[in-house]
């Protein structure tokens, strides 16, 4: 009778939580107990296990094995802790040395002919290990690139129990016994579509506001008739924001991982992401949720990148609403009765809308009054305070379209002024827990980087109008500081803060 200690990882979230996987081989009839808040999926990991250690050659141990997931107060789910499992109670059977598997993190389901297959989530786990003092990991080779994009990881790819086991017993195969797990298989992927802001002709004002709005990292709003081109400026956005850091790329890879939708899990995500559901989306689409596993919803798939909602008043309210408050705190929190998750969400919204529900606008329109006043209220006001960046577009004229060929910037071009700007408000933010002018809280923004009175005195005049609120104010002064930004000025002036009014009021012309 033997007892033997493996781990694992559990995820909540994007968070991973170190599991220790203990086996014991005791008096009894025979059988596995599984103990520690399993989900359907672990406990049914019970008959795969020994189908997969009696395919591979082991002896299934005779007596009572009892396996404990510790902490037993932690919810356990999915299939990963197969090789953990295995390799515990074969080593308790005294089958492989104990020592072998007591100080490493086993990560892998296994088939029922003991090969490993890959399980979603495994950077963001093998993150968390090594931030908890435990570096050494056993992956299945179709994880294995994944992993290693964790530094300071040590990773073992495995394609097969019986190529675990020789490897621990100090025997390792060579080649490996599975040929086709030597390179996971994955799809040709799909030629990316290029797209470069050059090709929206027209429009300077919505032009300048997306190239502001990356700038800055503001909110944007973009109201017109079908056809005028809110659709291109939204998809052309993330060419024009700057790469993402090292530690940005790992933060967006590890919400892809959880979410399973990784394209080539051998490399980061390195360009900011966009996101555009459909707006029959559902709130736990939009946020997060889940039944039995919590999941990232689209606010967090676009995290450090663009979350793009065409047709916004189409969108259920509820689920608009339900984006007010990872605005603000760029996180969202996922609660349920077994676990509480807490996914990042620090995302540029871009909102499209037709001015009316026939879409054409103007004199043209068909709508009741009423009817096209009761189509944008389905934007709330609190939502729509929480834009920067609101611009009406018209119809581009034809002579409009064929002049602008010749002036009509690239993204390249743009993305250089962008990167240059949030130079200037890096260094004048270092040292502060904020990136982008649209980050800075009110009272910070105004206590810190005063602003001359006289380019206060447009906005102080509106406020006493009622035209804008105190927040209001506060955002279009963070815009006038993107404006500075983008001009190379060390702060606003007049002309900063009027422009920036006009931009939040949806009046720029």
């Known amino acids: 009778m033997g007892l033997a200690r493996a781990r694992s990882l559990a995820l909540i979230g994007v968070e991973g939580h170190t599991v220790e996987v203990e086996a014991h081989i005791g008096d009894g009839p025979a059988g596995l107990t599984l103990v520690g808040l399993p989900d359907t999926a672990l406990r049914e990991a019970r008959d795969r296990i020994r189908a997969a250690i009696v395919n591979s050659g082991e002896r299934w141990p005779e007596g009572h094995i009892t396996v404990s997931l510790s902490p037993a107060s932690l919810p356990k789910r999915g299939s990963g802790f197969d090789l953990a499992i295995a390799a515990a109670v074969i080593a308790a059977d005294g089958a492989i040395p104990v020592e072998s598997v007591h100080n490493t993190v086993f990560l892998a389901e296994l088939g029922l002919d003991g090969r490993t297959r890959p399980v979603t989530g495994v950077l963001p786990a093998v993150l968390s290990g ?159 949720g889940g039944s039995t596993r919590l999941r990232p919803g689209c606010v967090s798939l676009a995290h450090r990148g ?78 729509l305070d929480r834009v920067d960046l609101k611009v009406e577009l018209q119809p581009v004229p034809r002579a409009e379209l064929l002049a602008d060929r010749a002036f009509a910037e690239s993204s390249a071009t743009v993305a250089h002024r962008v990167a240059q700007a949030r130079e200037r408000a890096a260094k004048r933010l270092a040292g502060t827990p904020w990136a982008t002018n649209a980050q800075i809280p009110g009272a910070e923004l105004r206590r810190r980087f005063p602003v001359p009175a006289g380019a206060l005195r447009l906005l102080g005049a509106a406020l006493d109008r009622g035209e804008v609120s105190a927040r209001g104010v506060d955002r279009a002064l963070r815009v006038a500081w993107t404006l500075a930004d983008l001009a190379g000025r060390d702060g606003p002036g007049i002309d900063d803060t009027a422009y920036a009014f006009a931009l939040w009021s949806g009046r720029a012309q």
Do not use: W
């Not at 994944?146 to 025997?171: C, M, N, Q, Y």
């Not at 689920?319 to 998750?341: C, F, I, K, N, W």
């Open 306 to 383: 663009c979350l793009f909602l065409d047709e916004a008043p189409e969108f259920d309210r509820n689920v608009l609403d339900s984006l007010r408050q990872p605005l603000e705190s760029g996180e969202v929190t996922v609660s349920r009765v077994a676990a509480t998750a807490l996914f990042p969400a620090r995302f540029l919204l871009v909102l499209a809308a037709n001015p009316c529900p026939c879409g054409r606008g103007g004199s043209a329109c068909v709508c009741p009054s009423s009817q096209r006043r009761r189509y944008l209220a389905r934007l709330s006001g609190p939502l």
């Open 130 to 288: 090594v931030r908890a003092g435990h570096p050494t990991f056993v992956v299945a080779r179709g994880n294995a690139a994944e992993a290693r994009l964790v530094p300071d990881a040590e990773v073992d790819a495995t394609g097969s129990l019986i190529e675990l086991f020789a490897r621990l017993r100090g025997h390792p195969l060579e080649p490996p016994l599975f040929d086709d797990e030597a390179e996971p298989i994955r799809p040709e992927p799909r030629p990316a579509r290029r797209v470069d802001l050059a090709d929206v002709l027209g429009q300077p004002v919505a032009r300048r506001a997306v190239e502001i709005a990356a700038a800055g990292g503001h909110h944007l709003l973009l109201v017109g008739p079908p056809g005028t081109g809110k659709s291109l400026l939204a998809e052309r956005l993330p060419t024009i924001l700057p790469p993402l850091t090292q530690e940005e790329a790992i933060e967006v890879t590890a919400v892809h991982s959880v979410a399973g939708q990784l394209i080539d899990g051998g490399s980061l995500v390195e360009r900011p992401p966009f996101c555009a559901p459909h707006h029959t989306a559902t709130r736990a689409a939009m946020v997060g």
